[in-house]
């Protein structure tokens, strides 16, 4: 059987940064099996849909050296994130808690508008802010396949399918046990990894009537911190426009009221090089922070997966799927910055040359050790499902129930802050130099530890879908489907106050508890109507009904025509929706740091102090904001559109592309901090002021702000060479390239441009590329790969972040029965992630979001089944 477009390119399998995988294709004495493809209700040939579907294999990820679920999705071009638990240095001190998670983000919509999928139904999200699932919560070895739909599909799955759907799907019907084992080694220190998993299968589902599979997976990275690599060093690099650091420091900076003058005794000795350095033009010194933080933090993982699959009666199987993972991170930040300390003239440390009268002071006690945070995060998921047929109708019905809990506990490096300014006061503390040993004593008894925050999503579902062919028509079987879905879900975030109230440098001082919880009810259909050979369409619709934000009916329709073996036409439109998250509806109002520095408009404009300032308070230094969920929030709502076509000139050649449009109005988000401070006159009515006139905060709770209008261009191009005596050889390459991507931070307001620019906190790429070269000859086998980003204007548009391109090397061998053997270099070429002087993370003098710090890494995985 001739291979057709129909085959090759609607049942494309690109590999995540490897070689772009062919399905074996069916020959005409064997039927191909109806299944359900993601993105439809309808059990069909796999061969007959035209959905826009990138399905990466799993094989792809161990010849890839790819450890994590979120490594592997920075492969897909369409995916404008790729940072993971990086995200947990300095979470919480901007008031942006992350528990060390990994999500997906399509697009660049955010990863609350990407659907998380397991087998086809819902995980838990991670507890907060509850907008999206753990991506380290999945078992990468129990998988079979990722199955990425990269167009809205609200229609079909509900909430969250703006961006696109990533459905996860493990093995079936597993005989064998599998043991395997990786390491991977950086040629720098740090960023060490190791994985060891077990899977194994008993029974045969066709023959047996019963199958179980379980899995355990094991997986543990070793930290990077800032100074083990060279371009992460420092956040200095003032001919860059980078100049990020705090005006809380060791030895610490006092401000004089009554003499209005601000000073360091240490300042005129150069302060503390390298960690504290002068500051230009003044008398005090800046704390160069970055030099204490972690780039990547400790994790752990380990995560049980168990599925057990009977046949009942005839045609019917029974399924139950247990899933139990854990991810524990430990995070490190600079230690503790602590202000506002009041310095008596009667304290021996009392510096020289003062008035005489109280004196301020910001001090950071860096005898206390960097801040460190363990965060764990737990997730369980149950599923009871029956699927079959009855009376000619195909069902699958099934009972979800689901948990996901995080927890953050001090662990090092927190002072109590009353006891900490007490000491200060009484003259024990010397906020000026090392302690000495009384010094030493009393600060070690104001040390904080034990568990500051915890939360806990849950979710219960039952869903029930049935489909079925009507009728036949000119170009096949009139298909139609519907369903239901039923969901409870609840959400309690818990501030532990005895701790957190007394760590401001926790940014977790002003929080409170709080919870919430909802029903959601849902009815869909879909119909697939071929109407001849060559054309087919599709309409889908479904209606969901929220307890706390009302109803939403969202249709989609689709068209796929074949004129020819050779060419392929597909287009589709659709309307999506994502519901507030309960975290973002109820998220307990907090007073964090702001993730920049700032000078306050009213007491230091342009950097200038006026009178009545405190330079230590009002200049260039983090404020404060309110944050917190709105029960007011709306849903937001989208329309989008695609089109494309696929072309095979030849059997051996596949091109591809599609066009895609995404408009998103009442986006749901926060106003940036940098777009408030960037417009005082505007914004005024947000700057929260005490009594006396000083800065208290700026008020930046969740809101529905403006639209996000963003549209570009997928391609992809697979080549096959025969194969020959010398082995067979298969290129490709899929890339993403973005017109646009302009948002608005308010309703009717002006459009940012971001796309190839650093807007507000965050940059879009103008184009993003993964190219493979796979070669293959009986037991031997090779792949070449690169992944590449363009550049982009930074934060500060003194610089440009140059492109970045990192080139995987790997090599396999299978000639010992039961064995395989993987070896490989990543970073081949040990690229250096481009300099950035962004500002809005911990890390400094690159962007950890969209680029690896580990450098050139050797890796290798040895696996034996029987």
Wanted: aromatic share 8%; charged share 20%.
């Amino acid at each position: 059987m001739k291979p057709t477009v129909l085959s090759l390119s609607l049942k494309t399998m690109f590999a995540a940064g490897a070689v772009l995988s062919l399905p074996a294709l069916a020959q005409d004495s064997a039927p191909m099996q109806r299944v359900e493809i993601t993105g439809s209700s309808i059990k069909r040939l796999q061969a007959e849909t035209a959905n826009p579907i990138s399905i990466i294999k799993a094989e792809e990820f161990t010849r890839q050296g790819v450890t994590t679920v979120q490594e592997a999705l920075t492969r897909i071009p369409s995916s404008q994130s790729g940072m993971g638990s990086g995200n947990a240095v300095g979470g919480n001190y901007s008031g942006l808690p992350t528990g060390g998670q990994s999500s997906a983000d399509l697009r660049g919509l955010g990863g609350d508008k990407t659907l998380v999928l397991l087998n086809g139904r819902r995980l838990a999200n991670h507890p907060y802010d509850s907008a999206s699932v753990d991506l380290n919560m999945i078992p990468i070895s129990a998988l079979d396949r990722v199955e990425v739909l990269r167009d809205g599909a609200s229609a079909i799955y509900g909430t969250d399918a703006i961006g696109g759907v990533i459905n996860f799907i493990t093995k079936r019907s597993v005989t064998t046990t599998t043991i395997s084992a990786e390491v991977i080694r950086p040629r720098q220190a740090g960023g060490d990894e190791e994985r060891v998993n077990l899977s194994s299968g008993l029974g045969n589902l066709d023959t047996n009537g019963f199958n179980v599979l379980g899995v355990v997976d094991w997986h543990r990275q070793q930290s990077i911190g800032s100074q083990q690599r060279s371009f992460s060093q420092t956040g200095i690099v003032r001919e860059r426009g980078l100049d990020v650091t705090s005006g809380t420091t060791f030895p610490g900076n006092y401000y004089d009221a009554r003499a209005d003058r601000a000073g360091n005794p240490s300042f005129a000795s150069g302060c503390n090089p390298p960690f504290s350095v002068p500051a230009p033009g003044g008398t005090t010194c800046r704390q160069d922070y970055t030099r204490q933080v972690d780039n990547t933090p400790d994790q752990e993982q380990i995560a049980v997966f168990v599925k057990g699959a009977m046949k009942v009666g005839d045609g019917h199987v029974a399924t139950l799927e247990l899933l139990h993972s854990r991810n524990d991170v430990t995070s490190r930040t600079a230690p503790p910055p602590q202000t506002g300390l009041i310095l008596p003239a009667t304290s021996p440390y009392y510096p020289a040359g003062a008035s005489g009268g109280p004196l301020s002071v910001n001090w950071r006690p860096l005898e206390a050790g960097q801040r460190t945070i363990d965060s764990a995060g737990r997730t369980s998921r149950i599923v009871a499902a029956m699927e079959g047929q009855v009376a000619k109708w195909d069902y699958k019905a099934g009972l979800t129930h689901a948990i996901s809990k995080s927890s953050e506990d001090f662990v090092g490096g927190y002072v109590q802050d009353a006891s900490f300014a007490a000491g200060v006061a009484n003259g024990v503390l010397n906020p000026f130099a090392l302690q000495n040993d009384a010094g030493r004593a009393y600060l070690a008894s104001t040390a904080l530890r034990g568990q500051v925050q915890s939360a806990q999503v849950k979710s219960s579902a039952l869903d029930l879908t049935a489909s079925r062919d009507l009728m036949a028509l000119a170009g096949g079987q009139l298909a139609f489907a519907m369903g239901a879905e039923l969901r409870h879900e609840t959400a309690d975030f818990d501030v532990n106050r005895a701790i957190a109230s007394q760590a401001s440098s926790s940014g977790l001082s002003g929080s409170l508890s709080k919870s919430g919880s909802r029903n959601v009810q849902a009815l869909f259909a879909e119909v697939v109507a071929p109407f001849s050979k060559a054309l087919e369409v599709s309409f889908a619709a479904r209606f969901d009904r929220y307890s706390d934000v009302g109803n939403t009916t969202n249709p989609k329709v689709g068209v796929r025509y074949q004129p020819s073996p050779a060419l392929l036409l597909r287009a589709s439109a659709t309307t999506g929706f994502r519901a507030p998250t309960l975290f973002e509806k109820n998220g307990p109002p907090s007073r964090n740091d702001t993730n920049d520095s700032y000078d306050d408009p009213i007491l230091c404009p342009g950097g200038v102090a006026q009178p009545g300032a405190n330079p230590l308070r009002d200049c260039n230094l983090q404020q404060f904001k309110l944050q917190g969920g709105n029960p007011n929030l709306k849903p937001e709502k989208s329309r989008s559109y695609s089109f494309g076509a696929v072309i095979e000139p030849t059997p051996a050649l596949t091109l591809a592309a599609d066009y895609w449009n995404i408009a998103l109005r009442d986006k749901i988000a926060a106003l940036p901090e940098q777009t408030i401070f960037g417009n005082f006159a505007r914004y005024r009515a947000l700057f929260l002021r005490n009594p006396d006139g000083s800065p208290n905060a700026i008020e930046d709770f969740l809101n529905n702000l403006g639209e996000v209008k963003t549209d570009g261009v997928d391609v992809s191009a697979a080549w096959r060479m025969p194969k020959g005596d010398w082995g067979g050889l298969t290129a490709s390459v899929d890339g993403t390239w973005v017109h646009r991507y302009d948002y608005q931070n308010e309703r009717g307001g002006e459009f940012i441009h971001n796309v190839g620019r650093y807007a507000d906190a965050v940059p879009v790429f103008r184009w993003q590329h993964t190219a493979t070269v796979a070669w293959n000859r009986g037991v031997w086998g090779a792949t070449l790969s690169q992944t590449y980003r363009t550049g982009y204007a930074d934060q500060d548009t003194v610089n440009r972040v140059s492109s970045y391109s990192l080139w995987n090397l790997s090599g396999s061998y299978t000639g010992i029965a039961g064995l395989t053997l993987i070896a490989g270099v990543k970073n081949l070429l040990d690229k250096d992630p481009p300099f950035s002087n962004q500002g809005t993370l911990f890390q400094k003098g690159y962007d950890p979001r969209y680029t690896d710090p580990t450098g050139r890494a050797l890796y290798l995985r040895g696996s034996f089944t029987f």
